[in-house]
C-alpha cells in the first residue's frame, strides 16, 4: 500500500524540549501507523552531539520502536552503527527524526554528503520526517532562523512550498521579524507555538496537534497588501478523550 | 609576515593530552608573548568536550584561549571576521573533512582563514585540521579512505595518521601514482610539518620514533623519501602552571572577549 508523504513540523517540544512530556513523539510514532516503527534520529544540526543522541535513544526506547541514529561527523566510525551507506538506511526507516540546533550548519552538512536527495526521495516513499526547531525550518521552502543572531531568512529543502517559523509564543523578536518578512515578500507560510506541531499530508496542512492545552499553529500571509495571522486550533493531544482514541 | 602552517598528522591535545609538546611549540610560533588562540572543532561539530580538552590544555598556559563553535554562532558578540583577523594562531581540530569544508565555506570562513594566513597568523591543525590547507588530502569523512581535494593553500598533498590509521596509506600512495593527487606528504601521528609561506622548513616530532614521509609520482610508481623530524624535548611536561591568581586576573579582564 503507497503510503502518503507526511511532515510534522514541531515549533518546539518532544524529548529535547519538553522533558516528561512525551505526548507529541507519541504522536509521529503513531502517524506512521506501524506497530514497531524503525526510526532514525538525525542530530546533524547540533554537531552529531552525544548527549543528544542519549537522549533520543533514552525517549525512543527499544520497546515501543526500532531506534538508530545517523551521525554525519563519524562516518568513519560507521556513522551511527549504521552500514556504509547512509541513503538506503533511511530510505527503510518509518519515521525520520531531526533535531535542533543551527539550520544553517543542518542544510550545509546535508548538502555536503547529498542528503537533502536521500530525504527528499524517503518523502515521496511515505516516510514520515519530522522535527523541532531546526527540525523543522529545512522542510521548507523558506524560513526564519535567529540561531545565528538576529533572525533571518533562509532557503530550506523546499518539499513544503511556505514558509515557516518556529518557537512562535517563545522568541516575540523571531515572530516580529517573520510578519516583517512576509508582509516584504517571503512567501506565506505556517507558524507554531512551542509544543504545538504541524502535521502536513502530502503539502496539505492535515492537522495541527499540541503536547498541552494553549500551544497553536498560525496561518501567516498577505491579503490586500495587510498581514493576515489566523491562529489554528490544535488537537490537544494530552486531554482524556484523545487519551481514550489513541488507546 | 611570514605565513606559517603547522599540519600535523596526529597529536596534540585531542589526541595526545598527557604530551603537549606540539602544542606549546604551536604558541612558540607565534610573535605575540602571550599569543590569542582560537580553537575550530568544526570537523568534529562542535563537541563539548573537544572544547573542554582545549580549555584544559590552553587556559593555564601563556596564551589567551577561545573556541569558536559554528553550530553556536548565536552566542557572538563580534562579526566572525573581526574574530578570526584577531587571533595570533587558529587551530582546526580533527575529524570530518568533508564536513569541515562544507561548513567553512557556507559560513565563508574558508575565505578568512586565508586572509588570516596572509596576514601571518599561524594556521595550525590535526588530520583533517592539516589537510584542509593542502591542495589534496585522504578523507575517512564517507567512512572508507578516499582522495578529497583541499583550500589549496599550500601545493601538494597530505595524508595522515600513517601509522594510526593504515588503511589511509595505500590510498595515498595510489592516488599520487595515478596523478589524482599532486605529491605530497605521508604524516604519522605525533609529527608536525611546518610551512613558512608554501616551502617545509622544519619537521617536529612529540614521539621520538614519529616519521613522515614526503611522496612524490615517478613513472606512473612513487618514490618515497623520509623526512625526520626534530623530537620535541619533553621540557613542556616540566611546564609551570600559571599561578591562580593570575588566573583569576585574567578571568576578570578578559572575560568578556574570552566568552565568544
Known sequence: MARPPQIVAFGGGGFSMESGNPLLDDYVLAVTGVERPRVCFVPTASGDADH??????RAFAPGRCDPSHLSLFRRDRGGGGLGADPAEHLLAQ???????????????????????????????????????????????????????????????????????????????????EYRHFVTGGMRGGFAADDAAALHFVGTDLHRVVASRPGPRGWRVGV??????????????????AVALAAA | MPRTIVAMGGGGFTMEPDTPALDDFVLTLAER???????????????????????????????????LSVFRLTDLRRPLR?????????????????NLLALWRLHQLDAMLVEAWARGIVLAGLSAGAMCWFEGGVTTSFGPPEPTTGLGLLPGSLSVHADGEPARRPVFLRAVADGTLPAGYLVNDGVGLVFRDTALRQAVSSRPQARALRVERVDGGVVETPVLPQYLP???REHRPTPFDILEFRRAHLGASRRE
Open chain 1, 94 to 176: 518509518d519515521l525520520i527524526y531531526v533535531g535542533g540546533g543551527s539550520v544553517v550548519s543542518l542544510l550545509g552538512t546535508w548538502r555536503a554528503h547529498g542528503l537533502h536527495e536521500v530525504l527528499a526521495e524517503a518523502w515521496r516513499r511515505g516516510v514520515v520526517l519530522c522535527g523541532l526547531s531546526a527540525g523543522s525550518l529545512c522542510w521548507f521552502a523558506e524560513a526564519v532562523t535567529a540561531f545565528h543572531g538576529p533572525p533571518r531568512r533562509i532557503d530550506g529543502l523546499g518539499l513544503l512550498p511556505y514558509s515557516n517559523c518556529v518557537h512562535y509564543d517563545g522568541d516575540p523578536a523571531r515572530r516580529d
Open chain 2, 33 to 67: 608573548r602571550e599569543p590569542r588562540i582560537l580553537f575550530l572543532p568544526t570537523a568534529s561539530g562542535d563537541p563539548r568536550e573537544q572544547i573542554a580538552r582545549f580549555h584544559a590544555t590552553f587556559d593555564d598556559r601563556p596564551c589567551e584561549p577561545s573556541v
Open chain 2, 234 to 236: 619533553c621540557a613542556a
Open chain 1, 52 to 57: 543528544y543522541v542519549v537522549r533520543f535513544y
Open chain 2, 82 to 98: 573581526e574574530i578570526v583577523l584577531s587571533q595570533d594562531i587558529v587551530y582546526v581540530g580533527g575529524g570530518s573533512m568533508r
Open chain 1, 223 to 240: 491579503h490586500a497588501g495587510e498581514l493576515v495571522e489566523e491562529p489554528l486550533d490544535a488537537l490537544d493531544l494530552a486531554a482524556p
